[in-house]
Protein backbone atom coordinates (compact mmCIF):
# COMPACT_ATOMS: atom_id res chain seq x y z
CA UNK A 1 0.00 0.00 0.00
CA UNK A 2 1.31 3.44 -0.99
CA UNK A 3 0.90 6.06 1.87
CA UNK A 4 0.21 9.42 0.71
CA UNK A 5 -0.33 13.22 2.22
CA UNK A 6 -2.23 14.78 -0.15
CA UNK A 7 -0.88 18.71 0.61
CA UNK A 8 -3.12 20.59 -2.08
CA UNK A 9 -6.72 19.43 -2.01
CA UNK A 10 -10.37 21.21 -1.51
CA UNK A 11 -13.64 19.77 0.34
CA UNK A 12 -16.76 21.49 -0.85
CA UNK A 13 -19.86 21.64 1.06
CA UNK A 14 -21.69 24.07 -1.60
CA UNK A 15 -25.20 24.02 1.12
CA UNK A 16 -22.66 25.11 4.32
CA UNK A 17 -20.18 27.21 2.21
CA UNK A 18 -20.51 30.32 -0.41
CA UNK A 19 -18.17 29.37 -2.81
CA UNK A 20 -18.99 32.47 -4.98
CA UNK A 21 -16.74 31.47 -7.46
CA UNK A 22 -17.80 28.44 -8.08
CA UNK A 23 -21.64 28.67 -8.39
CA UNK A 24 -21.96 32.35 -9.17
CA UNK A 25 -19.22 33.06 -11.89
CA UNK A 26 -17.85 29.31 -12.42
CA UNK A 27 -14.77 28.89 -14.74
CA UNK A 28 -15.20 27.53 -17.78
CA UNK A 29 -13.85 24.38 -17.05
CA UNK A 30 -14.37 20.64 -18.91
CA UNK A 31 -15.82 18.47 -16.54
CA UNK A 32 -17.26 21.15 -14.36
CA UNK A 33 -20.57 19.61 -13.30
CA UNK A 34 -18.39 16.73 -11.59
CA UNK A 35 -16.93 19.69 -9.78
CA UNK A 36 -19.36 21.77 -8.85
CA UNK A 37 -20.94 19.47 -6.23
CA UNK A 38 -20.21 18.16 -2.47
CA UNK A 39 -16.67 16.87 -2.06
CA UNK A 40 -16.16 14.95 1.64
CA UNK A 41 -13.41 13.11 3.29
CA UNK A 42 -15.18 10.02 2.89
CA UNK A 43 -14.72 9.72 -1.10
CA UNK A 44 -10.92 9.52 -1.16
CA UNK A 45 -10.78 6.43 1.58
CA UNK A 46 -11.54 3.36 -0.27
CA UNK A 47 -8.63 3.76 -3.28
CA UNK A 48 -6.98 0.92 -4.52
CA UNK A 49 -3.18 1.14 -3.80
CA UNK A 50 -3.11 3.65 -2.21
CA UNK A 51 -3.88 5.23 1.34
CA UNK A 52 -4.73 8.97 1.89
CA UNK A 53 -3.07 9.30 5.76
CA UNK A 54 -3.30 13.13 5.48
CA UNK A 55 -4.28 16.14 3.65
CA UNK A 56 -3.74 19.68 3.70
CA UNK A 57 -7.02 21.76 2.84
CA UNK A 58 -6.79 24.49 0.79
CA UNK A 59 -8.74 27.28 1.44
CA UNK A 60 -11.64 27.24 -1.34
CA UNK A 61 -14.08 30.02 -1.10
CA UNK A 62 -16.20 28.94 1.77
CA UNK A 63 -16.26 32.19 3.08
CA UNK A 64 -13.94 34.93 2.71
CA UNK A 65 -15.50 37.58 4.26
CA UNK A 66 -15.50 35.10 7.51
CA UNK A 67 -12.49 32.46 6.60
CA UNK A 68 -12.43 31.05 10.24
CA UNK A 69 -15.72 29.25 9.36
CA UNK A 70 -14.01 26.89 6.75
CA UNK A 71 -11.48 26.32 9.55
CA UNK A 72 -14.39 25.53 12.03
CA UNK A 73 -16.40 23.18 9.72
CA UNK A 74 -13.25 21.46 8.79
CA UNK A 75 -12.49 20.58 12.25
CA UNK A 76 -16.15 18.52 12.23
CA UNK A 77 -15.05 16.89 9.36
CA UNK A 78 -11.51 15.52 10.08
CA UNK A 79 -9.45 13.96 13.11
CA UNK A 80 -6.99 16.35 14.48
CA UNK A 81 -4.15 14.67 13.46
CA UNK A 82 -5.11 13.72 9.94
CA UNK A 83 -5.11 17.27 8.24
CA UNK A 84 -3.53 20.62 8.39
CA UNK A 85 -5.42 23.55 6.82
CA UNK A 86 -4.68 27.22 4.80
CA UNK A 87 -6.88 30.02 5.02
CA UNK A 88 -7.04 33.09 3.49
CA UNK A 89 -6.01 36.37 4.37
CA UNK A 90 -5.66 39.31 1.82
CA UNK A 91 -1.81 39.46 1.59
CA UNK A 92 -1.74 43.20 0.48
CA UNK A 93 -3.99 44.64 2.96
CA UNK A 94 -2.80 47.61 5.36
CA UNK A 95 -0.66 46.34 8.20
CA UNK A 96 -3.67 46.67 11.00
CA UNK A 97 -5.90 44.96 8.82
CA UNK A 98 -3.61 42.07 7.88
CA UNK A 99 -2.77 41.70 11.37
CA UNK A 100 -6.61 41.54 12.67
CA UNK A 101 -7.01 38.87 9.96
CA UNK A 102 -4.61 36.62 10.99
CA UNK A 103 -5.61 37.40 14.61
CA UNK A 104 -9.49 36.02 13.88
CA UNK A 105 -8.47 32.78 12.03
CA UNK A 106 -6.46 31.55 14.89
CA UNK A 107 -6.97 27.86 15.15
CA UNK A 108 -5.31 24.54 15.88
CA UNK A 109 -5.35 23.24 12.39
CA UNK A 110 -3.95 26.46 10.31
CA UNK A 111 -0.43 26.45 8.69
CA UNK A 112 -0.60 29.05 6.18
CA UNK A 113 -2.35 31.92 4.50
CA UNK A 114 -2.85 31.77 0.66
CA UNK A 115 -3.97 34.55 -1.18
CA UNK A 116 -4.44 33.76 -5.33
CA UNK A 117 -2.32 36.17 -7.04
CA UNK A 118 -2.55 34.92 -10.73
CA UNK A 119 -2.21 36.78 -14.05
CA UNK A 120 -2.07 40.38 -13.64
CA UNK A 121 -3.30 40.44 -10.13
CA UNK A 122 0.27 38.98 -9.33
CA UNK A 123 1.34 42.87 -8.93
CA UNK A 124 -0.19 43.11 -5.37
CA UNK A 125 2.73 41.35 -4.07
CA UNK A 126 5.00 44.39 -5.28
CA UNK A 127 3.10 46.54 -2.73
CA UNK A 128 4.81 47.97 0.19
CA UNK A 129 2.90 46.49 2.67
CA UNK A 130 3.17 42.72 1.75
CA UNK A 131 6.84 42.51 3.11
CA UNK A 132 5.56 43.99 6.51
CA UNK A 133 2.80 41.28 6.31
CA UNK A 134 4.71 38.30 5.57
CA UNK A 135 7.17 38.91 8.05
CA UNK A 136 4.40 39.19 10.35
CA UNK A 137 2.95 35.89 8.83
CA UNK A 138 6.67 34.36 9.94
CA UNK A 139 6.38 35.83 13.13
CA UNK A 140 3.12 34.08 13.48
CA UNK A 141 4.52 30.57 12.80
CA UNK A 142 2.22 30.32 9.48
CA UNK A 143 3.87 30.54 6.42
CA UNK A 144 2.74 31.88 2.89
CA UNK A 145 1.20 29.34 -0.02
CA UNK A 146 1.98 31.59 -2.79
CA UNK A 147 0.05 31.02 -6.40
CA UNK A 148 1.31 32.93 -9.12
CA UNK A 149 3.06 32.47 -12.55
CA UNK A 150 6.52 31.37 -12.34
CA UNK A 151 6.87 33.80 -15.53
CA UNK A 152 6.72 37.24 -13.21
CA UNK A 153 10.03 38.01 -13.16
CA UNK A 154 9.59 41.25 -10.72
CA UNK A 155 7.35 39.43 -8.12
CA UNK A 156 10.02 36.37 -7.76
CA UNK A 157 12.64 39.12 -7.36
CA UNK A 158 10.51 40.70 -4.56
CA UNK A 159 9.55 37.94 -3.20
CA UNK A 160 13.10 36.62 -2.98
CA UNK A 161 14.54 40.29 -1.97
CA UNK A 162 11.33 40.00 1.62
CA UNK A 163 12.71 36.40 2.06
CA UNK A 164 16.48 37.72 2.93
CA UNK A 165 15.07 40.01 5.25
CA UNK A 166 13.11 37.65 7.25
CA UNK A 167 15.07 34.57 6.89
CA UNK A 168 12.79 31.73 8.50
CA UNK A 169 9.54 32.95 5.76
CA UNK A 170 8.72 29.94 4.82
CA UNK A 171 7.00 30.27 0.86
CA UNK A 172 5.32 27.06 -0.70
CA UNK A 173 4.40 27.28 -4.37
CA UNK A 174 1.30 26.21 -5.58
CA UNK A 175 0.65 24.20 -9.13
CA UNK A 176 4.60 24.23 -10.10
CA UNK A 177 4.23 27.49 -11.06
CA UNK A 178 1.42 27.60 -13.26
CA UNK A 179 3.94 27.18 -16.09
CA UNK A 180 2.87 26.20 -19.90
CA UNK A 181 5.58 24.93 -22.74
CA UNK A 182 5.85 28.20 -23.96
CA UNK A 183 6.69 29.78 -20.82
CA UNK A 184 10.43 31.37 -19.85
CA UNK A 185 10.61 30.29 -16.46
CA UNK A 186 13.64 28.35 -15.21
CA UNK A 187 15.58 31.59 -14.73
CA UNK A 188 12.80 32.85 -12.24
CA UNK A 189 12.63 29.12 -10.55
CA UNK A 190 16.08 29.00 -10.23
CA UNK A 191 15.93 32.22 -8.11
CA UNK A 192 13.78 31.05 -5.37
CA UNK A 193 15.19 27.51 -5.25
CA UNK A 194 18.03 29.23 -3.84
CA UNK A 195 15.58 30.07 -0.83
CA UNK A 196 16.30 27.22 1.67
CA UNK A 197 12.61 28.05 3.17
CA UNK A 198 10.81 27.99 -0.35
CA UNK A 199 9.37 24.64 -1.59
CA UNK A 200 7.01 23.58 -4.27
CA UNK A 201 3.89 21.73 -5.10
CA UNK A 202 3.77 19.66 -8.28
CA UNK A 203 0.33 20.06 -9.17
CA UNK A 204 -2.39 22.22 -10.97
CA UNK A 205 -1.55 20.70 -14.77
CA UNK A 206 -5.19 20.50 -15.68
CA UNK A 207 -5.43 24.62 -15.31
CA UNK A 208 -3.20 24.77 -18.20
CA UNK A 209 -3.93 24.54 -21.77
CA UNK A 210 -0.30 23.62 -22.66
CA UNK A 211 1.42 22.34 -19.45
CA UNK A 212 4.90 21.28 -19.45
CA UNK A 213 5.53 17.46 -20.10
CA UNK A 214 5.49 16.06 -16.49
CA UNK A 215 8.40 13.63 -16.24
CA UNK A 216 10.84 16.91 -17.63
CA UNK A 217 8.93 18.87 -15.65
CA UNK A 218 9.55 17.16 -12.73
CA UNK A 219 12.89 16.77 -13.65
CA UNK A 220 13.83 20.39 -13.74
CA UNK A 221 12.30 20.82 -10.25
CA UNK A 222 14.02 18.06 -8.74
CA UNK A 223 17.26 19.34 -10.12
CA UNK A 224 16.37 22.85 -9.02
CA UNK A 225 14.58 22.34 -5.30
CA UNK A 226 16.20 19.09 -4.48
CA UNK A 227 14.18 15.68 -3.55
CA UNK A 228 13.47 17.27 -0.17
CA UNK A 229 11.60 20.78 -1.55
CA UNK A 230 9.25 18.99 -4.40
CA UNK A 231 6.12 17.40 -3.53
CA UNK A 232 2.96 15.98 -5.33
CA UNK A 233 -0.46 17.34 -5.00
CA UNK A 234 -3.99 16.27 -6.23
CA UNK A 235 -5.67 19.96 -6.54
CA UNK A 236 -8.73 17.63 -5.91
CA UNK A 237 -11.52 18.24 -7.35
CA UNK A 238 -10.61 20.93 -9.71
CA UNK A 239 -8.10 17.63 -11.15
CA UNK A 240 -11.69 15.99 -12.43
CA UNK A 241 -10.97 18.54 -15.28
CA UNK A 242 -8.84 16.10 -16.56
CA UNK A 243 -8.24 13.06 -13.80
CA UNK A 244 -10.04 11.06 -10.68
CA UNK A 245 -8.45 10.92 -7.84
CA UNK A 246 -7.02 7.39 -8.10
CA UNK A 247 -5.40 8.51 -11.29
CA UNK A 248 -3.76 11.16 -11.02
CA UNK A 249 -1.43 9.20 -7.52
CA UNK A 250 -1.23 6.31 -10.42
CA UNK A 251 0.12 9.36 -12.79
CA UNK A 252 2.96 10.49 -10.09
CA UNK A 253 3.98 6.93 -8.92
CA UNK A 254 4.83 5.94 -12.54
CA UNK A 255 6.81 9.14 -12.58
CA UNK A 256 8.70 8.23 -10.09
CA UNK A 257 9.99 5.10 -12.60
CA UNK A 258 10.15 2.29 -9.62
CA UNK A 259 12.32 5.26 -7.53
CA UNK A 260 10.78 3.47 -4.17
CA UNK A 261 12.30 6.18 -1.82
CA UNK A 262 11.81 9.22 -4.62
CA UNK A 263 8.44 8.55 -4.61
CA UNK A 264 8.25 8.46 -0.90
CA UNK A 265 9.96 11.32 -0.54
CA UNK A 266 7.60 13.32 -3.60
CA UNK A 267 4.14 11.58 -2.07
CA UNK A 268 4.42 11.25 2.20
CA UNK A 269 7.62 12.70 3.73
CA UNK A 270 7.88 16.34 2.13
CA UNK A 271 4.65 17.10 3.10
CA UNK A 272 5.36 15.28 6.38
CA UNK A 273 7.89 17.50 7.11
CA UNK A 274 6.89 20.91 5.37
CA UNK A 275 3.39 21.02 7.10
CA UNK A 276 4.32 19.86 10.37
CA UNK A 277 2.11 16.19 10.86
CA UNK A 278 3.43 14.07 13.70
CA UNK A 279 3.93 10.02 13.68
CA UNK A 280 6.49 8.11 11.42
Known amino acids: MNRIIDPHLHFFSLRQGQYHWLKNNPPAWPNLDLIRQDHLPDALLSLNGFSLEGCVHIEAGFDNEQPRRELEW ?7 TRY ?3 SYAKIDAPAAQFRRQLEALKHPSLVAIRDITEGQDATRLLTPQVADNLAHLSDSGLHFEAQFELTHHSVVTHLCNIARQVPNLRIMLNHSGLVGQTDNWLENAAVLAALPHCAIKFSGHE ?9 AQ ?3 LLDLFGAERVMFASNHPVCLIQHDYQSI ?3 YLALCQQDNALWHRLSYANAKNWYGFNGS
Do not use: M
Open 74 to 80: LAQLLPA
Open 84 to 86: KAV
Open 249 to 251: WQQ
Open 207 to 215: LLDNPLPLQ
Open 218 to 220: LTS
